[in-house]
């Protein structure tokens, strides 16, 4: 992370025109800054140092490259308003809306530290977390997701969480679409699981982490966060893309300093599908690691969504660890077709520095959810040994059973 930006901070930005691509540059600095001059008589020392500039072109082809802008910090206003002003410098104004260009892309963005000290950061990053749960180091961290999303009771959540907790899972959250309807209500679910994980920490010895989803409009936000930490939430998740990427810092700095926040990303692939259009993932991932976000979601290797590539996951696993001032790191979650013949290659990316996240992957084994845990530790156990998966699963029959035919 760059520290010596000065009094600016750097977005860096993928543009295809079929204009002069130093121009098309040289429009975004002074568009999502000052523009011409607009005062009377000639342009002050003042406008001089509130425009941006281009650092750096990296012209790959006539028209295509990359493009570094510096935005002078006395435009923003960073005690009532850093990310807004971030925001609508680099994505919010005409960045991404001029007709100089065909597509623009936010790669990524540096920020000096005295714009770091403005926000969050995580409470925890993954040692942090790792002792909240109680787990050795280097210990598989293996989390679940509550599916499918409607039509389960609270009673029915809870069963589901208890005997996956059995089978010794360490996080468990709701999935994105379990929205506290009439008939599952957050209150209820959090406490009946609650309890039921207490049931099962006082019989494996294992305490489990539960992110109970509180997504809302801003007046109903800070209620469910009260409502689900009274009972006995020991984590919370918010969708920052439906509540606000402010939801993350007020949850972090007036509900929830020391409680871990599952930061759900479901929507970035509406900004970043596109190839060199929108916004990347790696920047996303930035705004969500400097609000207070503690884990973030990334596409499993060998799964069934976008951005699983490999050169994708691992960019977002570099930004989530690098240094960042005094920002703690992310917990990656890894998620989206995880399974246990998914599993070795995601550890060969992450080791023990991220959560696995399998929904079906363990809820759906034939013989039931902690048979479903006990599969995917086995296959941990066979890509430590350097074993193959199919061999290690001739002498275990959970992890036979879920491989497929």
């Known amino acids: 992370m760059t520290t010596d930006l000065g009094q600016y901070f750097l977005a860096t930005y993928y543009v295809e025109t079929e204009q002069d691509l130093a121009a098309v540059a040289n429009l975004i600095a002074s568009t999502e800054t000052t523009g011409e001059w607009s005062g009377p008589g000639a342009s002050t020392s003042l406008f001089s140092e509130c425009q941006g500039r281009v650092a750096a072109i990296r012209e790959t082809e006539p028209g295509k490259g990359e493009i570094d802008i510096l935005f002078p910090l006395i435009n923003l206003n960073l005690e009532q308003g850093a990310f807004p002003g971030l925001w609508l410098t680099m ?50 961290l293996i989390g679940t997701i509550i599916k499918p999303t409607a039509g389960l009771t609270a009673d029915e959540v809870a069963e589901i969480c208890y005997q996956t907790a059995l089978g010794g899972v360490r996080f468990i959250k709701d999935d994105e679409k379990m929205l506290n309807s009439a008939y599952c209500p957050l209150a209820e679910r959090v406490r009946k699981v609650s309890d039921r994980l207490k049931q099962a920490e006082d019989q494996t010895g294992q305490r489990v982490i539960y992110a109970a989803h509180i997504t809302a409009t801003p007046e109903y936000l ?73 884990i973030f979601r990334v596409s499993t290797l060998g799964g069934y969504l976008v951005g699983s590539d490999r050169a994708d996951v691992e960019a977002l696993a570099a930004v989530m660890s690098e240094p960042m001032g005094d920002i703690r790191p992310l917990m990656p979650a890894v998620s989206g077709g995880l399974n246990p013949a998914t599993l070795g290659p995601n550890l060969a990316v992450f080791g023990a520095d991220a959560l696995m996240l399998a929904g079906t992957g363990i809820t759906r084994h034939p013989l039931g959810a902690q048979a479903g845990t006990a599969a995917l530790r086995q296959a941990a156990e066979a890509f430590s040994l350097n074993i193959p998966i199919e061999q290690y699963a001739a002498s275990h029959k959970e992890l036979q059973m879920a491989l497929p035919e």
């Not at 893309?241 to 599952?262: E, H």
């Open 91 to 140: 994505v919010g104004g005409g960045t991404h809306a001029l007709l100089a260009y065909k597509k623009s892309r936010l790669l990524d963005f540096q920020l000096p530290p005295q714009v770091l000290q403005h926000f969050p950061g995580p409470a925890f990053g993954p040692e942090g977390l790792r002792a909240l749960m109680g787990a050795a180091p280097g210990e598989l």
């Open 222 to 294: 800070l209620r469910n966060a009260e409502i689900a930490l009274e009972n006995g939430a020991t984590a919370l998740m918010v969708n920052f893309f439906a509540a606000g990427f402010n939801s993350l810092q007020t949850l972090r700095t007036q509900v929830a300093p020391s409680v871990p926040i599952y930061a759900h990303c479901g929507g970035k692939e509406a900004f970043s599908r596109v190839a060199g259009q929108g916004i990347d993932p790696v920047a996303v991932a930035r705004f969500v690691r400097v609000l207070g976000g503690d």
